[in-house]
């Protein structure tokens, strides 16, 4: 039982450049989170799944996309990456209970 | 709308007892958590408390719940070394689908 993986663990990006961060949990969770961490922060929700299919906007949506299409995988797009987009990304998957578990994070520079 | 407030710093000595504090704005929130966050790494779930509780012990943990006041609060008991970390305080928000993140609280523990 692997819990949440994301890959890759770092990456550098041109302004303008593409990418698209990956998360895969193997707890059979329904809902599915993509947060932000920037210094002194905490914690920025980027969008939110509540099953294969269903996604929504969270508190910083723009410049991202998501998208469900099976209940283990939950990919992050940027499209045109830009400098204020240099964070730390975790993706996180929630249990009936309300228990989140997070994966280990992306970290994300864009120059 | 809805907040979670910590403090941003907290510095103990090895074996004595650390309070992590925190405060929200929702008081529909079903269940809060405290996560802990070490260098480099994702959030670890460490406890939460339902509501219609006042207090939860977990080995060195103890919560306490203040549902008038909206406090949260975390002691770890005989703190040591091993607990230096970021702990973050979290609600969960209105429509009960996401989690609100305190900016964390960085707990520095001296021998």
């Known amino acids: 039982n692997a819990g949440v993986t994301q890959t890759p663990k770092f990456r550098i990006l041109k302004i303008g450049q593409s990418m698209t961060l990956q998360c895969t949990q193997d707890?059979?969770?329904?809902?599915m989170y993509w947060y932000r961490q920037d210094p002194g922060m905490g914690l920025k929700l980027i969008y939110y799944s509540v099953g294969a299919g269903i996604t929504d906007k969270g508190e910083v949506p723009n410049g991202y996309n998501v998208s469900r299409s099976t209940t283990e995988d939950f990919p992050l797009r940027l499209e045109l990456a830009a400098p204020s987009q240099t964070s730390v990304y975790f993706c996180a998957s929630r249990n009936p209970s309300y228990e989140q578990y997070f994966g280990p994070g992306t970290r994300l520079t864009v120059t | 709308g809805e907040d979670v407030e910590q403090s941003l710093f907290l510095s103990v000595r090895e074996g004595d007892s650390s309070v992590i504090n925190c405060t929200y704005t929702?008081?529909?929130?079903?269940?809060l958590y405290w996560y802990k966050q070490e260098p480099g790494a994702g959030l670890q779930l460490l406890t939460y408390i339902f509501s219609n509780m006042d207090m939860k012990q977990d080995q060195r943990l103890t919560v306490l719940l203040n549902k008038k006041d909206k406090h949260l609060s975390l002691r770890i008991a005989d703190t040591q070394t091993g607990d230096s970390a970021i702990y973050f305080c979290a609600e969960t928000n209105q429509a009960g689908t996401a989690l609100i993140f305190g900016k964390g609280t960085t707990l520095s523990v001296s021998s």
């Open positions: 707890m059979n969770h329904n809902y």
């Open positions: 929702d008081s529909s929130s079903t269940y």
